[in-house]
């Protein structure tokens, strides 16, 4: 997929492990209100990060926590 040729792998980890400690990255304070409104209420998590060159992914995970996607944001 093109997502992982424009990230490199060990940015994916890096920021799936931040996500999965509550690190949501660059969004702003209304979404970090939502992400920790669906921490107690088990609704859907978003965070957003940049890799060094710039370019801007997501990292979801639905509200069951079964799942975790990452995106570009042509994708979202």
Not at 12 to 28: I, Y
């Amino acid at each position: 997929r093109v997502l992982f040729r424009s990230i490199p792998a060990e940015e994916v980890r890096a920021a799936a492990a931040r996500h999965s400690q509550g690190d949501w990255g660059e969004l702003d304070g209304h979404d970090r209100a939502e992400n920790e409104r669906a921490l107690t209420t088990g609704g859907r998590l978003l965070s957003v990060y940049k890799t060094r060159n710039g370019v801007r992914f997501y990292v979801l995970t639905e509200a069951g926590r079964e799942l975790t996607t990452i995106l570009l944001p042509e994708d979202y």
